[in-house]
């Protein structure tokens, strides 16, 4: 059996918000498997839901930038060590060139990024390790997304000061102030994670294994409650109909006026306009960070009431 540790303990309690000692039974049913453990807490009916990523785990800086003249969006996340050098005036405008580059340059991926120009000759690389040198930090490019308009306009929304970025792409009859309000809200829609971060445009675009992964869950949970199994799959069928508005964006709720769909919103503002993609970064997602006092804090406690 994997060893149940502190810090495995903590990361299950941060994505599923359940107790403490709850987890450690989870993670101890399921041999230390987080990903099954979130399953089997969900089964029973103690996490409503799993996050789908970790706590945010490192610092850094999302930012952006839309070309003027061709209207090209690209969205970046480049991580430091300290919050303090994020905040700085010389890596946010750091960050901002390197989007430029990829407006530019159009890479492949981070590889083709870092060898791509950037300035006086230099590649983005050079800025990087220059910048490592003259800050005396590990920096670096994590990922990036890069939209262009075709037949439509691209929208760039940078919240909390870059701790969470989002770029959108719709395709629009014409490019004119309604559309472009429409696809700023629905970006803003996005980053504020309401009620929880979208992750398809419709449910056509859902992942089937995806689909099946959560009815397996829901049917579970209603089995845990001690439903008839004849019953079950109406249940099912009916809280999937709520997983579609959890993570199909044009069904959630309009943060703006929940009492109308982001759908509805965008076909009465600005009809005509399609939502062709998205992209949400949230700083240092999946990223790990030094282990602070809290982990021992845990330790402590799980020690204490084994």
Request: charged share 30%.
């Amino acid at each position: 059996m994997a060893e149940i540790n502190a810090k495995t303990v903590m990361e299950l309690r941060g994505r599923t918000g359940c107790g403490m000692m709850d987890c450690k039974k989870a993670l101890a049913e399921c041999e230390g498997d987080i990903e099954k453990a979130i399953d089997y807490l969900r089964e029973k009916g103690l996490a409503k839901a799993a996050k789908k990523q970790s706590r945010i785990a490192a610092e850094g800086l999302v930012g952006g930038y839309v070309c003027t003249k061709c209207g090209t969006g690209a969205l970046v996340e480049v991580n430091c060590e300290t919050d303090f050098v994020a905040n700085t005036p010389e890596f946010k405008e750091m960050v901002t060139e390197i989007a430029k580059s990829i407006i530019k340059n159009d890479p492949a991926d981070v590889e083709a990024l870092l060898a791509a120009p950037i300035a006086d000759g230099q590649t983005v690389n050079d800025v990087i390790t220059e910048k490592t040198a003259k800050i005396g930090e590990k920096i670096s490019v994590r990922r990036f997304a890069r939209y262009t308009p075709d037949n439509g306009y691209v929208d760039l929304y940078i919240h909390m000061g870059g701790k969470v970025g989002v770029l959108v792409k719709a395709e629009c009859p014409e490019v004119n102030d309604a559309v472009k309000e429409v696809l700023h809200d629905v970006a803003l829609q996005i980053a504020a994670a309401s009620p929880v971060a979208p992750e398809y445009v419709t449910r056509d675009q859902v992942n089937p294994a995806h689909l099946e992964h959560e009815t397996e869950i829901l049917a579970a949970q209603a089995r845990n409650e001690g439903k008839p199994e004849k019953i079950i799959e109406k249940m099912v069928q009916g809280r999937i109909q709520k997983f579609y508005k959890e993570v199909c964006l044009v069904e959630q709720d309009f943060v703006k006026d929940p009492e109308t769909t982001v759908g509805k919103m965008i076909e009465t503002k600005a009809p005509g306009t399609r939502i062709v993609a998205f992209t949400r970064y949230k700083m240092g997602d999946g990223l790990e960070k030094k282990v602070n006092d809290l982990a021992a804090e845990v330790a402590e406690q799980i020690k204490g009431k084994a």
